[in-house]
C-alpha cells in the first residue's frame, strides 16, 4: 500500500494472484466456463484445443505464439531493415519480444509497418519465418491459414496497438497469454485452460494490460 494506504498496482497483483481463481475472473473481467462434459487422458490444453477445432475454430495452442509471429511476419521487411547484421534470416528467425527490445527506439516504425500489412504480405513473411525447424518446434501445429484467419479477425489497427503495448515491455509481455489463441474467421477467442490450479502473477500481468486490445472474447475454461 502507499502512503495514502491504497493499493499499488503492485498490491493489487498480489492480492489478486493469492486469490480463488472466480474471484480473479471477476476483477480482470473474465468469462469463468466450467466444462465437465470434455474427458481427456494427455494434457488439457490440447484437449481443449481439439474441442474448439471440431467446431470450427483455428489458431494456436502456444500461448501467445501465434501473435507474437504474426506482428513479425506483419512487420518482416521492416525488421530486415533495421537488423543489426543485416540479415533478413535473424529477422526471421530472431524472437519477436527480442527484435521488439532490440529495436525500442523503432517500435513506431515496426508498429506502423505492422498496420500496413495485408494479408498477402502476412503470409509471405510467415512462410519465411516458419521454415525454420527452430520456429516449428517452438510455435507447433501452426498454418498459414491459422495465421491468415487470425490477421483478418483482429485488424491490422488493433494489431499495431497490441504490438506497442508488448513494446512496453517486451520480456515481460512475451509470457502469460492465454493457452489458445482462436478464430472462426469471424470471432476472436482468447482462452486459459485450467483443472485445479488458477492464475498465475505473469498471466495477471499482461492478461490485465492486454485484455482491453484483445477484440473477442477473453475467458478461462475450467476442466472439472
Not at 158 to 163: A, D, E, P, S, V
Request: glycine share 6%; proline share 3%; aromatic share 8%.
Amino acid at each position: 500500500m502507499n502512503k495514502s494506504m491504497q493499493l499499488t498496482v503492485q498490491g493489487w497483483r498480489q492480492a489478486l494472484v493469492t486469490s480463488s481463481l472466480e474471484k480473479q475472473c471477476v476483477h480482470l473481467g473474465l468469462d469463468l466456463k466450467e466444462w465437465k462434459h470434455l474427458q481427456f487422458t494427455g494434457g488439457p490444453e490440447r484437449a481443449a484445443w481439439d474441442y474448439f477445432a471440431a467446431n470450427g475454430y483455428t489458431g494456436s495452442h502456444c500461448e501467445g505464439g501465434a501473435l507474437l509471429l504474426l506482428i513479425r511476419a506483419a512487420a518482416l521487411d521492416t525488421l530486415e531493415q533495421l537488423n543489426t547484421f543485416g540479415s533478413r534470416q535473424d529477422a526471421c528467425v530472431r524472437f519477436t519480444e527480442a527484435q521488439l527490445k532490440i529495436h525500442e527506439d523503432s517500435v513506431l516504425e515496426i508498429a506502423a509497418a505492422v498496420e500496413r500489412a495485408d494479408a498477402d504480405l502476412v503470409a509471405r513473411g510467415f512462410a519465411e519465418i516458419y521454415r525454420s525447424v527452430r520456429i516449428q518446434d517452438y510455435y507447433p501445429g501452426l498454418t498459414a491459414e491459422a495465421i491468415i484467419a487470425l490477421f483478418d479477425a483482429i485488424g491490422n489497427v488493433r494489431l499495431r496497438q497490441i504490438t506497442e503495448a508488448i513494446a512496453e515491455d517486451p520480456y515481460q509481455y512475451r509470457n502469460g497469454w492465454p493457452d489458445l489463441t482462436l478464430t472462426n474467421g469471424r470471432d476472436v477467442i482468447w482462452a486459459e485452460i485450467k483443472t485445479t490450479d488458477k492464475l498465475h502473477m505473469s498471466q495477471i500481468i499482461t492478461i490485465h494490460r492486454m485484455k482491453p486490445l484483445m477484440p473477442g472474447a477473453t475467458m478461462v475454461v475450467r476442466l472439472c
